[in-house]
Structures are given as structure tokens and as C-alpha cells.
């Protein structure tokens, strides 16, 4: 354990019940229909990627850090509105126990208010993951059985 204790709590892994499903069909032209797997009405066939969302990222950067910020790397200055890059993601600088780190978001096309607020919570878990949040569920194999095996565990 580290001497800050903040940071180690982003660490940790998060409950079951913390930890959603996000359907991926594994084409976009997918025929819909209900899901026997989550119950959700999407493209089928489709793979179920695990994420935490941005209710349950923000309850453990609360409890790393009840004074964390975040702030957009770019603004508009006439307006403080954030600026989007051309691929349509933005910047976030994600601060926690004083250490600050970059994320980028994006909103995947959408366009508009909703948009903005999915881009921020992308932005929030990609910062996120680089304090080590969620870390495991970004990692496509076991993060962790792996580094066992190398002995660097």
C-alpha cells in the first residue's frame, strides 16, 4: 500500500453491483431484437463489455477524495464552453489527492446536450483508469492473474 490512501482506494476493485453491461453488436446493419443476455433490445448477436458508469466512478473518486476536480484542457474563451477536437472528443484534466492526469472522451457521433454530458463521463473513466480505476475491466484478458504469472504481482 501506498502512503496515500486516496489513491489506493481507485485501485480497488469495484462490487458486482457496480459494474454494468454494455452490448456491442458485431455488426452496425445487426437485425434488433430482445437480448436473452441483458434483457436489452439492441443489434443481435452482440458481445457484453463490462464498464462501471459515471454514477459509480464519481461514489469512488467521493470516497478516494472528496475535494477531486476535473476541468476541460480547452475552452472556448468568449463562451468557457469546452472545445471538441475533429474526431468530436475533448480533453479533461482529472485531479484526485493532488495528482492530476489527461483523459479523453468522446460521444461516439451524438450530437447536442446529452452528447456533451457522455462525452465528460468517458473523459471521467478514461482519467479514471489512468489512477488505476476500473483497470481490470479496461484489459481485454486478467490483468491481474498475468502479472502473477511474471512474478511481478
Given at each position: ?12 476493485p ?76 475533448l ?34 473513466r478514461n ?27
Open positions: 500500500m501506498s502512503e496515500n490512501k486516496g489513491l489506493d482506494r481507485l485501485r480497488e469495484f462490487a458486482p453491483n457496480e459494474i454494468n453491461k454494455l452490448p456491442k453488436p458485431y455488426s452496425r446493419d445487426s437485425q434488433k431484437g430482445k437480448c436473452n443476455e441483458c434483457g436489452g433490445y439492441h443489434g443481435l448477436p452482440a458481445v457484453h463489455l463490462d464498464y462501471v458508469g459515471h454514477a459509480a466512478l464519481t461514489k469512488r473518486l467521493l470516497e478516494a477524495d472528496p475535494e477531486w476536480t476535473w476541468d476541460f484542457v480547452a475552452t472556448d474563451p468568449s463562451t468557457g464552453a469546452p472545445i471538441f477536437d475533429n474526431n468530436g472528443g480533453w479533461i484534466r482529472l485531479t484526485v489527492c493532488g495528482v492530476t492526469r489527461l483523459g479523453y472522451g468522446d460521444a461516439q457521433g451524438k450530437q447536442g446536450g446529452n452528447a456533451v454530458k457522455e462525452a465528460i463521463g468517458d473523459a471521467l482519467a479514471g483508469m489512468r489512477f488505476g480505476a476500473a483497470l481490470d475491466l479496461w484489459h481485454k484478458g486478467d490483468l491481474y492473474d498475468a502479472s502473477e504469472e511474471r512474478g511481478s504481482a
